[in-house]
Protein backbone atom coordinates (compact mmCIF):
# COMPACT_ATOMS: atom_id res chain seq x y z
CA UNK A 1 0.00 0.00 0.00
CA UNK A 2 3.14 2.26 1.00
CA UNK A 3 4.22 1.51 -2.91
CA UNK A 4 0.44 2.65 -4.30
CA UNK A 5 0.52 5.68 -2.04
CA UNK A 6 3.96 6.59 -3.33
CA UNK A 7 3.12 5.50 -7.00
CA UNK A 8 0.22 8.07 -6.36
CA UNK A 9 2.24 10.79 -4.86
CA UNK A 10 4.61 10.58 -7.36
CA UNK A 11 2.30 10.55 -10.09
CA UNK A 12 0.72 13.59 -8.41
CA UNK A 13 3.73 15.54 -7.88
CA UNK A 14 4.45 14.83 -11.97
CA UNK A 15 1.01 16.41 -12.91
CA UNK A 16 1.40 18.78 -10.86
CA UNK A 17 4.62 19.93 -12.21
CA UNK A 18 3.50 19.82 -15.40
CA UNK A 19 0.43 22.05 -14.64
CA UNK A 20 2.50 23.96 -13.39
CA UNK A 21 4.75 24.15 -16.03
CA UNK A 22 1.96 24.63 -18.41
CA UNK A 23 0.51 27.51 -16.12
CA UNK A 24 3.96 29.42 -16.26
CA UNK A 25 3.91 28.70 -20.08
CA UNK A 26 0.50 30.39 -20.72
CA UNK A 27 0.97 32.64 -18.47
CA UNK A 28 4.15 33.77 -20.53
CA UNK A 29 2.34 33.64 -23.64
CA UNK A 30 -0.76 35.86 -22.14
CA UNK A 31 1.68 38.35 -21.11
CA UNK A 32 3.29 38.20 -24.79
CA UNK A 33 -0.16 38.65 -25.99
CA UNK A 34 -1.26 40.74 -23.55
CA UNK A 35 2.13 43.00 -24.88
CA UNK A 36 1.71 42.84 -28.37
CA UNK A 37 -1.77 44.07 -28.27
CA UNK A 38 -0.96 46.97 -26.70
CA UNK A 39 1.99 47.22 -29.04
CA UNK A 40 -0.96 46.86 -32.31
CA UNK A 41 -2.80 49.12 -30.46
CA UNK A 42 -0.04 52.10 -29.91
CA UNK A 43 1.12 51.54 -33.77
CA UNK A 44 -2.56 51.57 -34.82
CA UNK A 45 -3.14 55.05 -32.56
CA UNK A 46 0.26 56.71 -32.87
CA UNK A 47 1.46 55.69 -36.21
CA UNK A 48 -1.47 54.69 -38.67
CA UNK A 49 -3.96 56.55 -37.83
CA UNK A 50 -1.65 60.26 -38.05
CA UNK A 51 -0.71 58.03 -41.53
CA UNK A 52 -4.08 57.82 -42.89
CA UNK A 53 -5.17 61.17 -42.14
CA UNK A 54 -1.75 62.35 -43.96
CA UNK A 55 -2.53 60.50 -46.35
CA UNK A 56 -5.97 61.75 -46.69
CA UNK A 57 -5.26 65.46 -46.42
CA UNK A 58 -2.41 64.73 -49.54
CA UNK A 59 -4.69 62.99 -51.21
CA UNK A 60 -7.44 65.80 -51.09
CA UNK A 61 -4.79 68.47 -52.03
CA UNK A 62 -4.14 66.10 -55.50
CA UNK A 63 -7.46 65.98 -56.06
CA UNK A 64 -7.82 69.57 -55.78
CA UNK A 65 -4.58 70.44 -57.81
CA UNK A 66 -5.41 68.05 -60.60
CA UNK A 67 -9.04 69.86 -60.80
CA UNK A 68 -7.07 72.98 -60.94
CA UNK A 69 -4.77 72.18 -63.71
CA UNK A 70 -7.74 70.63 -65.90
CA UNK A 71 -9.08 74.31 -65.73
CA UNK A 72 -5.96 75.61 -66.38
CA UNK A 73 -5.48 73.37 -69.35
CA UNK A 74 -9.66 74.35 -70.39
CA UNK A 75 -9.02 77.92 -70.23
CA UNK A 76 -5.08 77.90 -71.75
CA UNK A 77 -6.87 75.78 -74.80
CA UNK A 78 -9.47 78.18 -75.23
CA UNK A 79 -6.72 81.13 -74.99
CA UNK A 80 -5.08 79.38 -77.62
CA UNK A 81 -7.78 78.73 -79.76
CA UNK A 82 -9.06 82.28 -79.71
CA UNK A 83 -5.06 83.73 -80.64
CA UNK A 84 -5.56 80.59 -83.43
CA UNK A 85 -8.47 82.01 -85.28
CA UNK A 86 -6.77 86.08 -84.82
CA UNK A 87 -3.41 84.26 -86.65
CA UNK A 88 -5.55 82.69 -89.00
CA UNK A 89 -7.85 85.88 -89.99
CA UNK A 90 -4.23 87.81 -90.08
CA UNK A 91 -2.96 85.21 -92.75
CA UNK A 92 -6.03 85.51 -94.69
CA UNK A 93 -5.51 89.31 -94.15
CA UNK A 94 -2.11 89.55 -95.35
CA UNK A 95 -2.69 87.12 -97.91
CA UNK A 96 -5.28 89.47 -99.55
CA UNK A 97 -3.17 92.06 -98.90
CA UNK A 98 -0.33 90.65 -101.46
CA UNK A 99 -2.91 89.33 -103.76
CA UNK A 100 -3.63 92.85 -104.36
CA UNK A 101 0.02 93.71 -104.33
CA UNK A 102 0.65 91.17 -106.94
CA UNK A 103 -2.38 92.53 -108.87
CA UNK A 104 -0.96 96.32 -108.90
CA UNK A 105 2.35 95.16 -109.89
CA UNK A 106 0.96 93.13 -112.90
CA UNK A 107 -1.32 95.69 -114.11
CA UNK A 108 1.95 98.02 -113.55
CA UNK A 109 4.06 96.16 -115.41
CA UNK A 110 1.39 96.01 -118.31
CA UNK A 111 1.46 100.05 -118.25
CA UNK A 112 2.79 101.70 -121.18
CA UNK A 113 -0.41 103.75 -122.15
CA UNK A 114 -2.72 103.25 -119.39
CA UNK A 115 -6.55 103.46 -120.16
CA UNK A 116 -8.57 105.42 -117.18
CA UNK A 117 -9.98 101.54 -115.93
CA UNK A 118 -6.86 100.48 -115.84
CA UNK A 119 -5.62 103.63 -113.55
CA UNK A 120 -8.50 103.25 -111.33
CA UNK A 121 -8.31 99.67 -110.96
CA UNK A 122 -4.28 100.52 -109.53
CA UNK A 123 -5.63 103.45 -107.53
CA UNK A 124 -8.56 101.00 -105.71
CA UNK A 125 -6.21 98.39 -105.02
CA UNK A 126 -3.64 100.58 -103.58
CA UNK A 127 -6.50 101.84 -101.19
CA UNK A 128 -7.20 98.16 -99.88
CA UNK A 129 -3.12 97.86 -99.68
CA UNK A 130 -3.81 100.98 -97.25
CA UNK A 131 -6.39 99.54 -95.47
CA UNK A 132 -5.03 96.26 -94.14
CA UNK A 133 -1.78 97.39 -93.71
CA UNK A 134 -2.97 100.98 -92.39
CA UNK A 135 -3.40 99.35 -88.61
CA UNK A 136 -1.83 95.98 -88.52
CA UNK A 137 1.84 96.30 -89.44
CA UNK A 138 5.14 97.74 -87.98
CA UNK A 139 5.98 99.20 -91.70
CA UNK A 140 2.52 100.78 -91.53
CA UNK A 141 3.77 104.26 -91.74
CA UNK A 142 5.80 103.46 -94.76
CA UNK A 143 3.41 101.97 -96.51
CA UNK A 144 0.88 104.94 -96.21
CA UNK A 145 3.23 106.90 -97.26
CA UNK A 146 4.46 105.04 -100.63
CA UNK A 147 0.79 104.39 -100.91
CA UNK A 148 -0.30 108.34 -100.40
CA UNK A 149 2.67 108.86 -103.26
CA UNK A 150 1.21 106.35 -105.47
CA UNK A 151 -2.31 107.41 -105.51
CA UNK A 152 -1.23 110.68 -105.72
CA UNK A 153 0.53 110.02 -109.05
CA UNK A 154 -1.28 110.68 -112.37
CA UNK A 155 -0.38 107.67 -114.55
CA UNK A 156 -1.49 109.44 -117.45
CA UNK A 157 1.83 110.75 -117.87
Do not use: Y
Not at 18 to 42: G, K, P
Not at 63 to 70: F, P, S, T, V
Amino acid sequence: MEAELDELIHQFNRRTNNHNSDVARLTQELEDADRDIFNANDMIDNVLFPTIDRLTNTLRQLRANIDQNRKTLRDETSIREREHRVFEAKVAEHNEALSAIDECLGLLSQLSNPSLVQIKRIQTNLQKIHAHFKNHSVFAPIVSALIGLATDQNFSD
